[in-house]
């Protein structure tokens, strides 16, 4: 069973661009959550995902955002790009939206803001 | 309120010690606690967790110690190895979501 995958792996973006992150979750799996890691604030939760709605919102500003599409995959978007956006985005998937299961997080995309 | 306090940042231990790793949580709500375990360029991944029912869950080498009366919680790694060095990060959630608040990480070497 293939992992949950994460396009692109690394990506350079200058302050004030946008950027946009791909998660495809393991299959079967409908729930999708991003985490940003920073070496600064550590794991933090960005949002959640079940069945194309959101669950969960963490504290990030609105420049934030995502979606989940009908085969479950998920984007993430990042508006007028901050040196602080500067971060590893990881996506997790879940076989529940309960906290009952495990998370699977993929490899994550290294993104580098200048 | 929904902060997971995790110490030592760092930890250096020997080959065929014992490895502890402590988290520390204030919200009562929580009510799963799941180590993830993560090496250099990949993602986290789940290595043992355990709800506040019970006091302790043993996996293999892997140990979780809970005390829900003083809100802390514990990994203990038996026997460590050289392989067990990675970032190892505690985590809390409560109820009918996916979203943990993870402590900030201890980075673990074990040496040979």
């Known amino acids: 069973k293939a992992g949950v995958t994460q396009t692109p792996r690394y990506l350079i973006k200058t302050r004030g661009q946008q950027v946009t992150l791909s998660c495809s979750p393991i299959?079967?799996?409908?729930?999708v959550s991003w985490y940003q890691q920073t070496p600064g604030q550590g794991l933090q939760f960005l949002f959640e995902?079940?069945?194309?709605?959101?669950?969960n919102k963490g504290n990030f500003p609105g420049r934030f955002s995502g979606r989940q599409f009908s085969n479950s995959r998920s984007e993430m978007n990042v508006s007028t790009l901050e040196l602080g956006d500067s971060a590893l985005y990881l996506c997790?998937?879940?076989?529940?939206?309960?906290?009952?299961?495990?998370?699977?997080f993929g490899e994550g995309s290294r993104l580098t803001v200048l | 309120q929904q902060q997971v306090k995790q110490s030592p940042q760092s930890l250096i231990v020997q080959k065929g010690g014992i490895s502890i790793i402590n988290c520390a949580y204030e919200?009562?709500?929580?009510?799963?606690f799941p180590w993830y375990q993560q090496f250099p360029g990949k993602g986290p991944a789940l290595l043992i967790a355990?709800?506040?029912?019970?006091s302790e869950k043993k996996e293999g080498r892997f140990t979780i110690s809970f005390n829900k009366s003083a809100k802390q919680f514990s990994l203990h790694i038996m026997d460590s190895q050289p392989g067990d060095s990675a970032t190892y990060f505690c985590?809390?959630?409560?109820?009918?979501?996916?979203?943990?608040?993870f402590g900030t990480g201890t980075l673990l070497a074990v040496q040979p």
């Open positions: 355990i709800r506040p029912d019970v």
């Open positions: 919200n009562t709500a929580f009510d799963y």
């Open positions: 985590a809390a959630s409560s109820g009918a979501t996916n979203k943990l608040i």
């Open positions: 995902y079940f069945s194309e709605t959101q669950r």
């Open positions: 299959s079967g799996h409908r729930s």
């Open positions: 997790a998937s879940s076989s529940t939206n309960f906290n009952t299961g495990e998370l699977f």
